[in-house]
C-alpha cells in the first residue's frame, strides 16, 4: 500500500509539474514565439515582446495591470487605484499646476500603462509626438543631435518626471529632442485626443493652456516660479533639525521618559502608601517633582 501511494504521488507530481494550461507562463511563451516564428517577426520586435512578458511576470505577478484595472475591477474603485497610482507623477507636474483639481483627476483617470525595455527610443527624430509621457518606474534620456549628428543628453529624468507636455497644446511637426530609455521603465501615457476631449469639459483649464500655447515665455517663467517654490521648500525641508526616530539618542530619550513613567506609576505611589513616616531626603523629594 506505501509502495502504491509512492508511486501515485510521483506520477501526479510529474504531471502537475508538466501541466499545459493556458494560465503556465512558459506554455503561453512558447505559444508567442510560435506565433512569433510563424509571421516571420523581425528579431528586435520579437525580443522586445518577450522581454514585456518576463516583465510582467517578474514584476507584477504575471499580471496585466491595465486589463485588470480597465476591465476587471468596478469603475468607482478602478478609477479610486488609477487615482493613487498615478498622482505621484500628476502632482509633481509643474504643467498642470494651477488647473482645476477635477481636470487634474480625469486627467490622472485617463492615461494608460506602457513598459519599455531598457534602450528603446520611445521618441525618435522622424515621427513626431501626440502624446506626454509620466515616468512611474526607471529612467529616461533626453537627448538632441550636436554638430557632429551625435546624440548628447541634455537632461536625465527619474521616477515621477514626465516630458514631452508640449505636444498636448499644439501639434507638433518635429521633437524637439529624442527620449530612450536607461533602464526598463513603467511608463503612464496621455495621448492628444484623451486630453483635448477633456478640455472641453473644463473651460477654465483650456483656456489657462491655451495662454501657456500662445505665451510660452509665461509658461517658462510660471516653471521657473513653480521650481523655484520647491527648491525653498526643499532647502527648508533640509535646514530643518530632524532626528530619526529610530536613532541612538531617540531610543535613548524614550528610554529615560518610559523610566520616569514608570517611577511615577510604582515607586511614588509604593512610598506614599508605606514610608509615609520615613524622612524623605531632599534630592528624593526633588525627584519625585521631576518624575
Known sequence: AVFTAAVVANVTSFFHDAELSENNYEHKMNCIKRYMDRHKIPLECSHK?????????????????????????????????????????????????????????????????VFFGADYMILTADVPSSSMYFIKKGRVDLMVENVDKCLKVIRKLDANDSFAEGCLVETWT???????????????????????????????????????????????????????????????????????????????????????????????????AFLENHDISLAWASLDYLG
Not at 529632442?177 to 513603467?186: D, G, K, L, S
Open 174 to 272: 518635429k521633437n524637439p529632442f529624442v527620449a530612450r530609455t536607461a533602464t526598463e521603465c513603467e511608463i503612464w501615457v496621455l495621448k492628444r485626443p484623451v486630453f483635448r476631449q477633456l478640455l472641453c469639459d473644463f473651460p477654465r483649464s483650456r483656456a489657462l493652456l491655451r495662454q501657456i500655447s500662445v505665451k510660452p515665455e509665461d509658461a517658462r517663467r510660471r516653471a521657473s516660479v513653480h521650481n523655484a517654490t520647491k527648491a525653498a521648500e526643499i532647502a527648508k525641508r533640509n535646514s530643518a533639525l530632524y532626528l530619526h526616530p529610530y536613532s541612538y539618542f531617540m531610543q535613548a530619550w524614550f528610554g529615560l521618559i518610559l523610566s520616569a513613567t514608570l517611577y511615577s506609576m510604582v515607586a511614588v505611589p509604593f512610598r506614599v
Open 49 to 113: 515582446a518577450i522581454e514585456y512578458f518576463d516583465y510582467a511576470e517578474q514584476e507584477q505577478g504575471g499580471l496585466n495591470e491595465e486589463v485588470l484595472l480597465r476591465d476587471a475591477i468596478p469603475d468607482h474603485i478602478s478609477a479610486n487605484l488609477l487615482v493613487h497610482i498615478t498622482q505621484p507623477m500628476v502632482g509633481v507636474c509643474d504643467f498642470f499646476a494651477d488647473c482645476e483639481s477635477g481636470f487634474i483627476r480625469k486627467i490622472m483617470t485617463s492615461m494608460e500603462q
